[in-house]
């Protein structure tokens, strides 16, 4: 049988860490050959941290070769991103070569690991979480295995201009074709877009594809700051427009709009989000403010989905991002695409059913 994509859903208190830790330990236990891993966030506890070191410390003892970038040196909190806490202790008890990427002034922001790249049994995993106890407990995340030779080299090459200069700029620069993948019993197709190189790029094939929607649209993003994404939502709310549900996290879509009004440049941002959010049926997840110390329970998955196209990586649809190291895939499937639909439409129900505290 050829592999298919498995989906991981995460929601917030529906899944013990020791459960996500046992997957991405299973995932790391089955690799022969090469793990290449691209985390912006590494700072597990207890017994998922256990679990993860325990399954790399096997995997390089059986000759696996393993690489670990990680994002460092951003010490400013923002809204989104939150920063990253990379344990850097842990991350040296791993016993395996590691490479920091100074998130100065952009971020290395990708989940990713590449597995066994250049065999017939490559696999990508990729989305929107990051190996920290709350993202597996707290926040809404998303997990995506590809089982694809042809994926795997492209996120292999992405993953190898950053092991090699260290930096996030000038990463991505290039243009990909799409690849034939399996979902079940299906063929699917799967195109990555990278940035920086192609960050740009990725705001408008998103914007494009809500543009020219022809029966339904979800929109899952902590938040949503690209101007030609939130250009077309506001188009959308002057015609009849598709079946639609939207999410994103209140908390920090509210510290964005404290920005913007400070922010000539983007003025026209906020009347533009509070004129498309009220418009638009959309829900919002009421998170806890960012402090080093706090619950980390942001509405983190990065998920769109356009008729039966489903966007997915690590890409916010933000301005910002276009400039971070991020990942975006498109993958092409009805029935995939239901599933993506089936679990936005679980997290707007459980948020619109949410009291939403009045403004201050």
Not at 104 to 133: C, E, F, Q
Request: proline share 7%; aromatic share 8%; hydrophobic share 40%.
């Amino acid at each position: 049988m050829t592999p298919s994509v498995e989906v991981t859903f995460l929601q917030d208190g529906a899944q013990p860490a020791e459960r996500v830790a046992g997957e991405l330990a299973d995932f790391v236990g089955a690799a022969q050959r090469s793990l290449d891993i691209a985390i912006y966030d590494l700072n597990l506890k207890d017994g998922p941290a256990d679990q993860l070191r325990a399954a790399i410390r096997a995997a390089a003892a059986r000759g696996v070769a393993i690489r670990l970038l990680y994002n460092v040196d951003f010490p400013n909190p923002i809204p989104v991103p939150p920063p990253s806490q990379a344990d850097t202790a842990f991350i040296a008890s791993l016993g395996v070569s590691t490479k920091p990427v100074s998130g100065v002034p952009d971020l290395m922001h990708h989940k990713y690991i590449v597995r066994d790249a250049a065999t017939d049994a490559a696999t990508v995993w990729t989305g929107s979480t990051n190996w920290t106890n709350d993202s597996w407990t707290r926040e809404e995340n998303v997990i995506i295995k590809v089982p694809s030779t042809a994926l795997a080299a492209e996120y292999a090459k992405n993953f190898g201009e950053l092991w090699e200069s260290g930096r996030v700029e000038g990463s991505g620069k290039y243009d990909l074709a799409g690849v034939p993948i399996a979902y079940q019993d299906s063929t699917a197709k799967a195109h990555v877009v990278f940035a920086p190189g192609r960050g740009r790029q990725m705001a408008h094939m998103i914007a494009d594809r809500i543009g020219h929607a022809r029966r339904r649209i979800r929109v899952c993003s902590p938040v949503i700051t690209a101007g030609v994404v939130l250009g077309t939502l506001g188009d959308l709310t002057h015609t009849t427009y598709p079946d639609f549900k939207g999410v994103y996290d209140r908390t920090q879509m509210a510290e964005v709009l404290g920005q913007w009004r400070v922010d000539p440049h983007a003025g026209w941002k906020g009347p533009a989000f509070q004129a498309v959010s009220a418009a638009l049926p959309f829900a919002s997840k009421v998170t806890t403010p960012y402090t080093p110390t706090s619950v980390h329970d942001f509405m983190h998955a990065k998920v769109t989905v356009v008729d039966n196209t489903v966007f997915a990586g690590s890409y916010n649809l933000s301005h910002a991002g276009e400039d971070n190291a991020e990942n975006l895939l498109a993958l092409d499937s009805a029935p995939l695409a239901d599933r993506f639909v089936a679990y936005i439409d679980a997290v707007f129900a459980r948020y619109a059913a949410s009291p939403v505290p009045a403004p201050k």
